[in-house]
């Protein structure tokens, strides 16, 4: 596609339940991240791949997150018995390259909202 | 550890008055710098970027920003604003030889009166 897509846009979840965010990065992008954007705050980085390498995943928050890449191109982060502070705008981004010089092309987000 | 400050969490400007967004880094050596915009509901675009060479740099939508190092700063800059651009703004700092992944400051909402 043209862009980062993502899916759902909005998502909205009992505390305790678990959850599948989609990320559908720019084709032929080798590099996605992951960020959480809570509310009035920048985003905060969760875990980055490289194809279907994860190569760092020091942002996630605890081992309730789990993000995948199995084929080098979408990418699903997966939250296991959601909690309250886990209501935040996820954002996945993609880059041609592994290098800050390469932009960052980022999709429109997913809403969590745990109940 | 890099840092970004954004001091300013609001800032409301008249349609078509100048624009000066405030942005503080940390960083112990020369740093990669960006601005973003963030329109509700949408992901970031990249407005500009500085890598290195012309501290002045120019971006998209008649924007720009200035690197000044012995200020540890990237104000962004725009002569006229337009009420379109009322939106979020982030300032995100990166390493040159480091970490390949921003640091972004908190965001300064850009509110403009007609």
């Known amino acids: 596609g043209a862009g980062v897509s993502q899916s759902p846009r909005y998502k909205v979840a009992k505390r305790g339940q678990d959850v599948a965010l989609r990320c559908d990065p720019i084709?032929?992008?080798?590099?996605l991240f992951w960020y959480q954007q809570a509310l009035g705050q920048g985003p905060e980085f969760l875990t980055y791949?490289?194809?279907?390498?994860?190569?760092?995943k020091s942002g996630l928050p605890s081992d309730r997150f789990f993000a995948e890449r199995p084929e080098g191109s979408v990418s699903t982060l997966k939250i296991q018995r959601t909690q309250q502070e886990d209501s935040a705008v996820y954002l996945c981004?993609?880059?041609?390259?592994?290098?800050?010089?390469?932009?960052?092309?980022f999709g429109d987000g997913t809403r969590l909202s745990i109940l | 550890a890099q840092s970004v400050t954004q001091p300013d969490i609001h800032i409301t400007v008249s349609e078509g008055a100048s624009l000066e967004l405030r942005c503080n880094y940390s960083?112990?050596?020369?740093?990669?710098l960006f601005w973003y915009v963030q329109s509700p509901g949408q992901g970031l675009q990249l407005l500009l970027k500085?890598?290195?060479?012309?501290?002045l740099v120019q971006g998209i939508k008649g924007f720009e920003a200035e690197f000044k190092r012995s200020q540890s700063s990237f104000n962004l800059r725009k002569p006229s604003v337009h009420w379109s651009d009322a939106a979020e703004y982030f300032c995100?700092?990166?390493?040159?030889?480091?970490?390949?992944?921003?640091?972004f400051g908190r965001g300064t909402s850009l509110i403009v009166h007609p």
């Open positions: 995100a700092v990166g390493a040159q030889g480091g970490s390949y992944i921003p640091t």
């Open positions: 791949f490289q194809n279907e390498a994860q190569l760092d």
């Open positions: 981004a993609s880059s041609r390259e592994q290098a800050l010089t390469q932009p960052q092309h």
């Open positions: 084709s032929g992008h080798v590099s």
């Open positions: 960083y112990g050596a020369t740093p990669y």
């Open positions: 500085y890598f290195s060479g012309d501290t």
